[in-house]
Every structure is written in structure tokens, then in C-alpha cells.
């Protein structure tokens, strides 16, 4: 969803940007504006599927997401967990708006923290969640942690 806004702006920015209309700048917005048009159509929310439940253990083991009760449980909320070369590279695209349906429910990214892998809980306090994902960055030491309010 961002991503599509954010193209949109770019387009209707190219289209300021010309001078003289002529029959091929026409030619050539029109092709912008239909190519957002497909890229809207292709693009669809993240969905997540919980394949595990537990702790660090089930995350390592787990090629799907996984239900991380100890985190879960403590925060009162549910809360996924998965590495990032298992799956979780996919969360790493999510934007703030962004749509994401985790185990058939529809959610909304709502806030996005860069937190320190394997941190404590103070990290993400003040987030508000009623549900969050969290996967490793590529420098391994550090996790994004996504915030969701459903949908």
C-alpha cells in the first residue's frame, strides 16, 4: 500500500515535470499510471501462517512462523517470531499501513522498532499491539519488531 502511494507521488511528479504535452508524454504517462495499476493489482498483504508454537528452540526449528508463547504470554497478545532466512526476509518489506493477515486475521502495520536481537522486553514497550512480528535483520544482532492493530 505504501509502496503504491509512494509510486503514485512519483508519477504524478514526472507528469508535473512536463513541459510540452505531446501525444508521446500522454503516451508515456498513461504506461506509468497503468503499470501502477498492475503493481497494485500483483501486490497483496504479507500473509503469515503459525506453523510452531514455544520459544527459541520452535523459532530455530521452525521453517514457518512461530507463536512465541514466552513473549505472548507475557505481553498478553500474540506475538510471532521468525529468522529471517526461513521466511521472515518477507516481513523485512513491511511498511507502516502495510496490510498482513497472520493466521486468517487481517492486521495493519502500525509501528516498526529496530530492537537489539534477543533484548529484553523494555525495547518494545509503548508499542501497543494487539499482535507483533518480529525477524532478524541481516546483521543478525539486530530484529525488527512490527506492531499490528487489526483490521
Same mark, same amino acid.
Given at each position: 500500500m505504501a509502496h +503504491?502511494?509512494?509510486?503514485?507521488?512519483?508519477?504524478?511528479?514526472?507528469?508535473?515535470?512536463? +513541459?510540452?504535452?505531446?501525444?508521446?508524454?500522454v503516451e508515456a504517462y498513461d504506461a506509468n499510471i497503468s503499470e501502477t495499476a498492475t503493481v497494485?493489482?500483483?501486490?497483496?498483504?504479507?500473509?503469515?501462517?503459525?506453523?510452531?508454537?514455544?520459544?527459541?528452540?520452535?523459532?530455530? +526449528?521452525?521453517?514457518?512462523?512461530?507463536?512465541?508463547?514466552?513473549v505472548a504470554d507475557y505481553l498478553g497478545v500474540p506475538y510471532y517470531a521468525q529468522h529471517n532466512g526461513k521466511g521472515g526476509e518477507a516481513w523485512l518489506s513491511l511498511e507502516v499501513g502495510d496490510e498482513v493477515i497472520v493466521d486468517g486475521v487481517?492486521?495493519?502495520?502500525?509501528?516498526?522498532?529496530?530492537?537489539? +536481537?534477543?533484548?529484553?522486553?523494555?525495547?518494545?514497550?509503548?508499542?501497543?499491539?494487539?499482535?507483533?512480528?518480529q525477524t532478524c535483520l541481516d546483521d543478525a544482532i539486530h530484529s525488527n519488531v512490527y506492531?499490528?492493530?487489526?483490521?
Open positions: +503504491t502511494a509512494r509510486k503514485i507521488l512519483t508519477t504524478l511528479a514526472a507528469a508535473v515535470a512536463i +513541459t510540452a504535452v505531446t501525444p508521446a508524454a497494485a493489482s500483483v501486490e497483496g498483504p504479507v500473509v503469515v501462517s503459525s506453523d510452531c508454537v514455544g520459544g527459541q528452540d520452535e523459532i530455530d +526449528t521452525c521453517v514457518g512462523a512461530t507463536y512465541y508463547a514466552p487481517s492486521y495493519t502495520v502500525d509501528t516498526i522498532r529496530t530492537v537489539s +536481537t534477543g533484548g529484553d522486553l523494555e525495547q518494545i514497550a509503548g508499542m501497543g499491539g494487539a499482535a507483533y512480528l506492531a499490528l492493530t487489526q483490521n
